[in-house]
C-alpha cells in the first residue's frame, strides 16, 4: 500500500498559483518550491492551479521563488471565501477571452486579406510601408495576448526549464521574425516563400487564449464539491460569555465555549449540546436527507444546519480540528496526491518538450535540405506548426482532472478518498474481507426474541427484565432498557439488587425474588432449564444471546438479545458478489455467532474468534496469495488490518483511529458505499485511460503531420494556425471528458 500522510499537517501551507498552463509547469513549480530553505516535501495540484508545501519554508521565500521561475503564487490561510474564489476564476476567465478576442481582431482580418489579395506585395515601396505597420500592430497585440507566454519562457530558459510557453514562444515568435524578414529582404527569397505571417502568430494566440479560457471555466466547475462544503463554514458565531451572548469571528471561537445557535442557523464548530432540543440537518457530511434529533449530550458538526428548535452547545473541536475541515482537507490531499497514471504522464511531460524541440528543428533542416521549392518557406511553415501542435496540455490535465472530479463526486455520495491511490487501487480489488460488529451488523444490540411462559406476557417480562438490568452496568443491559422505552413500559423500582459476574442479576420487585441471566446462574440456584434447552441452542445458532428469566424457583420467560445485521448489508454483500469479488468475514466473536451472522447477510467464507493483532496477518496471507486485498472496518481492532491492506475502507461512524488508518471513509456507515466506491474507481481509470489515450494520440498523430508526413503522398500541409486550434480544443476535450464523471450513474 502506497504511504501517504493521511493528512495536512497544521504546519502545511497551501498556495495558490498563477501562471500555470501545462504539464511541464508541474516540474517547474515542484523544482522552484523545493529550492527553499526548510522545504521537506511538495505536492502540485495542476486541476487547480495550488501547490501544499510541508516544512516550515519562509512564506515569502516560496513567492519569490514562484516568481523567479514565472510564476505568481499567494498563501491560501483557513477556509477560502468561495464566492471569492469563483469571482477570482471568472476574472480570469474574462481576461482570456479579452486577450483571445483581441488577437482574433487582428488574425482574422489578416488571414482573410492575405486569401481575398486585399494587400500589397511584398517588394513594392506600398507593401514595404504597409507591413511595417502591420509588423508593429502585431508585436503589441502579441505583447497583450501572449506577454505571459514569453515571460514564462524567457524565466524558464535561465533555470534551463522548458513547458507550453516554450512552444508557443517559439512558433510565434519565430513567425513573427520571419514575417519581418520577408518585408525588406522578400528579393532574396523564392517567390513562394515571401510570405508574411503576422496573421499566424495572431491567430494561434487567439485560439490558445481560448482553450485555456474554456479549460478555465471548465475547470472551475470540478472544484464545485469542495466549495459546497467551504460554503458550508459560517463566518461568525454567537458564544455566550459573562451571560451575554455575542456574534464573534469563527476565528476567535475557544475550545469550550458555549455557543448558541438559533433556528435555521448553520453550527459554527463541533461540540456537545449543552442545553436544548432540535433536529439538525447533516446532510451535506453524510449524505442522509433525515434530520437527526439533538438532545443534551448529543454531538454536533461544524456546517450542518439546524431546523426549529434552538440549543447551547459546548465547542469541542475548532478550526482546523472540526470534522467539516478535516473533510476538506482530505479531500484536496487525495485530489493532490498523484496515482501511477498521473506519475507516468509527468515523467513523459518532463521530457517531452525538450524532444518537440529537437523535432522541429529536425524538421526545419530536411525540409530545408530536401523539401521542394520555397524550401526555406515550407521548412520555416512545418517547424513552427510542430512548436504549435505539441503544446503537452492535455496531457498534464488528463489524470489531476479526473481524479479531482471523482474525489468531489465521491465527497457529495457520502464516500471520502482521503489517498489519490486509492482512487486507483479499488476498482481492481479482487478480494474483500468485512469486519462483523458494526460493519456488517449494526454494533448496538437490541432486543431479538421475547418469549413468556405461563400466565405472563411479553411486555411483562421485558418490563420485569429491564427493571432489574436498569441498575446494571452489563452491556446487553441497555438493548433491554430501550426496548422497554420504545414500549413505554413503566420500570418497576428493585430492592437489593445484585450482580454476579460472569452469569447474570438478581434483585427484588415487589418483595418477590428474580433472576436473570445465563442457564449457569439458575443452575447454581436449583432451578431446572433442561426443557428449555432446545429453545436456548435455536437461538444461540441464530446468532442471538439467550438470557433466562426465573420468579422464585420457576422460569417466566426468555430474553434474546442480538447485533442485527444493518438494513443494507445483504444487498451490498450482493452487490459486491456481483462484481465478481470474493467475501471474506473476519472475526473476534465465537464461531456459532458468526455463522449466523454469514448466513442472514449472504457471506459463505468465514474466519472466527480471530485476534486483532490476526486480523493484519489475514490482510497479509491473502496478499501473499495474489489477492488485491480491501478491508472494511470501524474498530481500533480493525486499525492495523485497513493500514496493511491494498484499500482501507473506514465506517465513517466508527473509531478515528480506525478512520486515520483508512484510505477511503464511508460517511454514512453504510456497506452500499464500498460497491459505489469500487464502481466510481473502476469508472474513473477508465476515464483517465481515455484522457491519457486521446493525448498521446493526438500528439502521436499530430507531429508527424504537422512535419509533413501528408505532403509527399497527398499534398496536404497543416496550417500552423489549424493547429493552434486543435492543440486548443484537445484540453477543453480532455477537461469535458473527465467532467462526465459527475454524472455518470453508479447503479449499472
Not at 510557453?165 to 513562394?192: E, F, H, K, R
Not at 475541515?325 to 497514471?341: F, T, W
Not at 441497555?478 to 445484585?498: D, G
Not at 465478481?580 to 467464507?605: C, F, H, P, W, Y
Request: net charge negative; proline share 4%.
Amino acid at each position: 500500500m502506497n504511504a501517504e500522510p493521511t493528512s495536512l499537517s497544521p504546519t502545511d501551507l497551501r498556495l495558490s498559483i498563477l501562471g500555470m498552463r501545462c504539464a511541464g509547469c508541474i516540474a517547474a513549480v515542484d523544482t522552484a518550491l523545493r529550492s527553499v530553505n526548510g522545504v521537506t516535501d511538495v505536492s502540485v495540484n495542476f486541476a487547480d492551479h495550488s501547490a501544499n508545501v510541508s516544512g516550515s519554508p519562509e512564506p515569502e521565500l516560496l513567492k519569490t521563488a514562484l516568481k523567479a521561475a514565472g510564476y505568481d503564487g499567494a498563501i491560501m490561510e483557513g477556509f477560502e471565501d468561495p464566492a471569492e474564489e469563483e469571482q477570482q476564476e471568472m476574472q480570469r476567465y474574462q481576461e482570456l477571452l479579452k486577450k483571445a478576442a483581441v488577437a482574433g481582431a487582428l488574425g482574422i482580418p489578416l488571414m482573410l486579406g492575405a486569401h481575398l489579395d486585399w494587400f500589397p506585395m511584398m517588394g513594392t515601396p506600398e507593401g514595404t510601408g504597409f507591413w511595417t505597420k502591420v509588423a508593429l500592430i502585431t508585436l503589441l497585440v502579441m505583447y497583450y495576448s501572449g506577454g505571459h507566454f514569453y515571460h514564462s519562457a524567457i524565466k524558464l530558459l535561465r533555470v534551463k526549464q522548458a513547458n507550453m510557453d516554450t512552444l508557443i514562444a517559439l512558433g510565434t515568435g519565430a513567425a513573427w521574425l520571419y514575417s519581418c524578414i520577408v518585408i525588406d529582404y522578400s528579393q532574396l527569397l523564392p517567390p513562394m516563400s515571401a510570405h508574411a505571417y503576422f496573421e499566424a502568430s495572431a491567430v494561434i494566440l487567439a485560439f490558445i487564449n481560448l482553450g485555456n479560457a474554456l479549460e478555465t471555466r471548465a475547470r472551475g466547475k470540478t472544484s464545485s464539491a469542495i466549495r459546497a462544503l467551504i460554503g458550508l463554514q459560517p463566518r461568525t458565531a454567537r458564544i455566550v460569555r459573562d451571560g451575554q451572548e455575542l456574534d464573534i469571528a469563527i476565528d476567535q471561537v475557544g475550545l469550550d465555549e458555549t455557543l448558541r445557535v438559533r433556528p435555521g442557523e448553520k453550527i459554527a464548530v463541533d461540540g456537545v449540546v449543552l442545553e436544548g432540543h432540535s433536529s439538525v440537518d447533516e446532510g451535506m457530511l453524510t449524505g442522509e436527507p433525515i434530520p437527526v434529533e439533538k438532545l443534551p449530550g448529543s454531538s454536533v458538526a461544524a456546517g450542518t444546519i439546524n431546523q426549529q428548535g434552538s440549543f447551547l452547545f459546548k465547542a469541542t473541536r475548532i478550526g482546523r480540528d472540526t470534522a467539516l475541515a478535516q473533510i476538506i482537507l482530505s479531500v484536496r490531499q487525495a485530489q493532490n496526491s498523484k496515482p501511477e497514471l498521473a506519475r507516468l504522464a509527468d515523467k513523459i511531460s518532463s521530457i517531452f518538450v525538450p524532444t518537440v524541440v529537437v523535432i522541429s528543428a529536425f524538421t526545419f533542416m530536411l525540409w530545408w535540405i530536401i523539401g521542394p521549392d520555397p524550401a526555406l518557406g515550407y521548412a520555416f511553415v512545418t517547424s513552427m506548426t510542430v512548436l504549435v501542435i505539441a503544446c503537452p496540455c492535455a496531457l498534464g490535465l488528463a489524470t489531476p482532472i479526473s481524479v479531482m472530479v471523482a474525489v468531489g463526486r465521491a465527497a457529495q455520495m457520502g464516500i471520502l478518498i482521503r489517498k489519490g491511490e486509492a482512487l486507483q487501487t479499488a476498482g481492481k480489488l479482487t478480494c474483500v474481507i468485512l469486519d462483523k460488529t458494526g460493519t456488517v451488523t449494526t454494533g448496538k444490540p437490541s432486543v431479538a426474541t421475547i418469549k413468556a411462559f405461563g400466565d405472563y406476557s411479553e411486555d411483562q417480562i421485558l418490563q420485569l427484565a429491564a427493571s432489574l438490568e436498569s441498575g446494571s452496568e452489563h452491556p446487553l443491559a441497555a438493548a433491554l432498557l430501550n426496548a422497554a422505552t420504545e414500549k413505554k413500559l413503566k420500570l418497576n423500582k428493585v430492592r437489593k439488587f445484585q450482580a454476579i459476574a460472569g452469569h447474570g442479576i438478581t434483585g427484588r420487585i415487589a418483595d418477590q425474588t428474580y433472576w436473570f441471566g445465563n442457564q449457569a446462574l439458575l443452575t447454581t440456584q436449583q432451578i431446572t432449564t433442561e426443557e428449555y434447552q432446545s429453545t436456548l441452542e435455536s437461538y444461540a445458532a441464530e446468532g442471538q444471546t439467550p438470557m433466562l428469566l426465573a420468579h422464585e424457583q420457576t422460569v417466566i420467560g426468555i430474553i434474546a438479545v442480538a447485533d442485527p445485521i444493518k438494513t443494507d448489508s445483504t444487498a451490498a454483500i450482493r452487490e459486491l458478489q456481483r462484481l465478481g469479488i470474493r467475501l471474506l468475514m473476519v472475526t473476534g466473536d465465537n464461531s456459532i455467532t458468526a455463522q449466523a451472522i454469514a448466513k442472514q447477510a449472504g457471506l459463505t467464507e468465514i474466519r472466527a474468534q480471530v485476534l486483532p493483532a490476526d486480523k493484519a496477518q489475514v490482510v497479509k496471507e491473502l496478499q501473499a496469495q495474489g489477492e488485491v486485498v480491501g478491508m472494511v472496518g470501524d474498530g481500533i481492532n480493525d486499525a492495523p488490518a485497513l493500514a496493511q491492506a491494498d484499500v482501507g475502507f473506514a465506517i465513517g461512524t466508527g473509531t478515528d483511529v480506525a478512520i486515520e488508518s483508512a484510505d477511503i471513509v464511508l460517511l454514512l456507515g453504510s456497506l452500499l458505499k464500498v460497491p459505489e466506491a469500487i464502481k466510481l474507481s473502476k469508472l474513473t481509470v477508465k476515464n483517465i485511460h481515455q484522457n491519457l489515450l486521446g493525448a498521446f494520440f493526438y500528439n502521436t498523430i499530430g507531429i508527424p503531420i504537422a512535419a509533413g508526413l501528408l505532403y509527399p503522398l497527398f499534398g496536404i500541409l497543416l496550417n500552423p494556425m489549424l493547429a493552434g486550434a486543435a492543440m486548443a480544443m484537445s484540453s477543453v476535450t480532455v477537461v469535458s471528458n473527465a467532467n462526465r464523471l459527475r454524472w455518470i450513474k453508479l447503479d449499472k
